[in-house]
């Protein structure tokens, strides 16, 4: 998907809503594991119910590949069955040295691979840009990196001091010379929304992919303010609060209850924006 | 696998050999492709030819799951067959918020999660403690962290001057905060020899992990004389030269001779330091 196209569904939609695909088999209400496949049971439904307020669905890898072979054929089918007109993350935070990553954009973009064709993944800067370059030869897919996480140790690295800057900036600054907002967004959490107009500045255009809110605790409204530009500019992602909204056979309607609600909280910040 | 087990392991064989299952199902010999599994059938050949040698085994995940679901499988028959007195490094450089760090520490620790059961997992630090330490609430489980990787792109941010030091010693000093030697490694790339010396004084207890031995240049020899310690404390990582010594028939004779050069050279180092 190209960044005008998904402009075109954040406009469409009114919403720069990411349903994150945390999917854990402990967590799913219990009569779905009667279902052969319990996990994509689960999943199937959540996208049905929620793919007319999201523009984006973000599985987290971690929650498959701890079910080995059966979690990947989960998220194979959970892949296959989200809509072409939403944007699709693979919550991987990879990178290794060049010819690994190699292997892990293969992974995750070529469906003769692993049978998995995704529009992006997440990656870890900390290896730099032979770890990094390899996920964008793949013409249009994307790289998410992280820059500012969400999580309590986020201050232990992210935000010591390189000369002037803390680090999460030298990584913004230093992968534009990689790859520019046709390819490259940022993970920004929610829980920083007070860094993300400076990360505006740094990063006029890209897109953000912001997750904390919810759960984790971040602010919707701050992060909106902060962080919309006039391609709307921000893919926020919401896991536990829709996925767990009620452990019932009614799952899925109050997951949707939950999506509606952020959808209609984005289409009012968005009307100030867009 | 305790760290006076491991160097039990280190003096009785006279090497610090580890060996890396980078296993490239494009580049494994022709007739294995006949087999029903060929990347176990190529795993279990070379560990036949290099037990003897080599105290360590690391395959690099991104190889399996490239494969898909029956990568996995390759990945756990591959783990089930290392013998039980070689130490196992699943080369996955995972991390993510501390929920999700959880679900990758299952994967790799809790059998009965993907089946499989490693000694230790590759961790990058970017997301700081919260990251880490789940994988260190698994008794006798190992956390190897990325510190000063092998590759062109470590130069990016491993090298910015925080303050006084380079962010890899950062990395280093406040990992030990984390755990001791007991359960935490480092990464060091060979083609850092010169480095070395200054990690082994910030950390002179802990085992280092060292890849870029062989194919990426790096010198065993340098890497032997700054890293050693008095319990070994390498681990020297050859992947290339050792799977692909051969393209033949004859490729388990010649990655077992390959393994038994880098043995040799290893005793004669560890006999000034033993």
Redesign the interface.
């Known amino acids: 998907m190209t960044y005008e196209e998904l402009y075109r569904q954040i406009r469409h939609k009114q919403s720069y809503l990411c349903v994150g695909l945390?999917t854990?088999i402990r967590k799913i209400p219990a009569h779905l594991h009667a279902e052969p496949d319990p996990v994509f049971a689960f999943n199937r439904q959540i996208i049905d119910a929620t793919a007319e307020f999201a523009v984006a669905y973000k599985p987290?890898i971690?929650?498959y590949?701890?079910?080995?072979?059966?979690?990947?054929?989960s998220l194979?089918k959970t892949l296959a069955y989200i809509p072409e007109t939403c944007f699709t993350i693979a919550?991987a935070?990879?990178?290794?040295?060049?010819n690994?990553?190699d292997?892990?954009a293969?992974?995750f973009f070529d469906p003769t691979?692993?049978?998995?064709d995704f529009d992006s993944v997440t990656v870890?800067?900390?290896?730099?840009?032979?770890?990094?370059t390899p996920f964008l030869t793949y013409e249009g897919k994307w790289v998410i990196l992280?820059a500012l996480?969400?999580?309590?140790?986020?201050?232990?690295?992210?935000l010591?001091?390189?000369?002037p800057q803390p680090?999460f900036e030298?990584?913004i600054q230093?992968a534009q010379t990689w790859a520019d907002h046709n390819q490259l967004m940022f993970v920004v959490g929610a829980t920083q929304a007070g860094q993300i107009g400076r990360i505006r500045q740094l990063a006029p255009r890209h897109f953000l992919l912001v997750p904390g809110v919810g759960a984790?605790g971040g602010s919707l409204a701050e992060v909106s303010r902060y962080g919309l530009n006039d391609h709307g500019g921000l893919l926020v992602n919401a896991s536990r609060s829709i996925l767990y909204a009620s452990d019932g056979r009614d799952f899925a309607r109050r997951a949707a209850d939950e999506a509606q609600k952020l959808q209609r909280e984005m289409a009012g910040f968005l009307s100030y924006e867009l």
């Open positions: 945390d854990d987290n971690a929650f590949e701890a079910q080995g072979p059966r979690g990947w054929e194979r919550d935070k990879r990178g290794d040295i060049g690994t990553s292997l892990y293969r992974t691979a692993a049978g998995l870890a800067p900390y290896m730099g840009h032979d770890s990094v992280l996480t969400s999580n309590p140790g986020s201050e232990d690295f992210q010591l001091a390189t000369g680090l030298r990584v230093t984790q």
